[in-house]
């Protein structure tokens, strides 16, 4: 291009139709540039990401198998996964959830998945499974023979398990924009059928229980508007009409219906 040239298509771009083209190609382009974001918004909307907590031995695999409508080998589910595991919902209205279920044993690879999922990849909601002291125990790596504990050792190794997962649930909730949600899910309940209303009390906030403490702990560093909190009972061998309950309450959270 001459000099001429180059003038004239100065001159152009300067005039106030070249200036509507030059704003015009901006806003098109700055358009583009958000389509990536907002397919990303429109899919995570649709598949909220879901991490999955609890200490060992509580039963976080085989809820999100009744979830998901899949089955883990028995010989998988006694000796507990020490990776991250990845499990999708789909229903037929292109909706679901991404679960995220943290490995409650090893003490390397719950490290890593914690910070993946509170921090690396923030999900957007917590499902925190809980027993009431009804955990299966598990071996330490290299020891043989049955595992045992109290219920009274359970109940504490719970504690100090969700004092862990609750520090980063603060952390995360502080520095969102929009509010999360945590569902306390009381699994094995078959096994304490008399006291299933005492477990939901206490795992509730504002029970005045060493967990119900916990939470009302979690709540005043998150802030209460920022995280809703629910506790459900569900059980291994549990009616399909609890799960639906529990897949209800976390599609109202998650904005589904």
Known sequence: MNSSSSHLGRAALSSPAGAAISTGVAGALAALSRLPNQASHAFRSRYPLVAVTGMTGVGKTKLVDRLVRRTTADEHLEVGSAT??????????????????????????????????????????????????????????????????????????????????????????????????????????????????????????????????????????AGGARLAVDVIAVSAQSEEAQIAALETRMAQLSGHV
């Open 84 to 221: 991250m595991e990845r499990r999708t919902q789909r229903s037929a209205r292109l909706q679901g959830f991404r679960f995220r279920v943290v490995p409650g044993d090893n003490a390397a690879t719950r490290l890593g998945a914690l910070d993946e999922v509170f921090h690396d990849e923030p999900v957007d909601g917590i499902l925190h499974v809980v027993s009431f002291g009804h955990a299966t125990p598990r071996r330490a790596a290299g020891v043989s023979g049955p595992a045992e504990a109290t219920r009274d050792q359970l109940m504490s190794t719970e504690l100090d398990d969700w004092a862990i997962t609750a520090h980063r649930i603060a952390s995360l909730a502080v520095r969102r924009d929009r509010p999360i949600w945590l569902v306390i899910v009381v699994t094995k309940s078959d096994l304490f059928p008399d006291q299933v209303t005492e477990a939901l009390h206490y795992y509730s906030p504002g029970s005045g229980s060493p967990f119900g403490n916990k939470l009302d702990e979690l709540r005043s560093l």
